[in-house]
């Protein structure tokens, strides 16, 4: 099993990024995906969340209106894409896959940087 995120980088305040999370070693489309992140001195907080068909997905209220979740269960992939960003978006941002019907399968990937300078 493999989750690889890509995408991250510095960036100004006011820019954009959009995240990758390329998954692989398990039926893609049966989790759930979400992003999480973690600044320093901070717990992991979630950012979004996906369902496993795309149906439904869900923001922390922090990122609402400027970052957007999306999947491609052709590709096996997740994306976040970033908009209007604030230094405070700063952290490792990873990706996460979780089965629904049984939650004992869920995988981490290895995190990607995300910077936003002021």
């Known amino acids: 099993v493999q989750l690889v995120e890509s995408g991250g980088g510095l960036v100004q305040s006011g820019g954009s990024l959009r995240l990758s999370c390329a998954a692989s070693?398990?039926?893609?489309?049966?989790?759930?995906m979400s992003w999480y992140r973690q600044a320093p001195g901070k717990e992991r907080e979630l950012v979004a969340r996906?369902?496993?068909?795309?149906?439904?997905?869900n923001y922390a209220d922090s990122v609402k209106g400027r970052f957007t979740i999306s999947r491609d269960n052709a590709k096996n992939t997740v994306y976040l894409e970033m908009n209007s960003l604030k230094p405070e978006d700063t952290a490792v941002y990873y990706c996460?896959?979780?089965?629904?019907?049984?939650?004992?399968?869920?995988?981490w990937g290895q995190g990607t940087q995300v910077t936003v300078s002021s």
């Open positions: 996460h896959a979780r089965n629904p019907i049984s939650p004992q399968y869920n995988y």
């Open positions: 070693g398990f039926t893609f489309s049966n989790f759930r």
């Open positions: 996906i369902t496993s068909a795309g149906g439904s997905t």
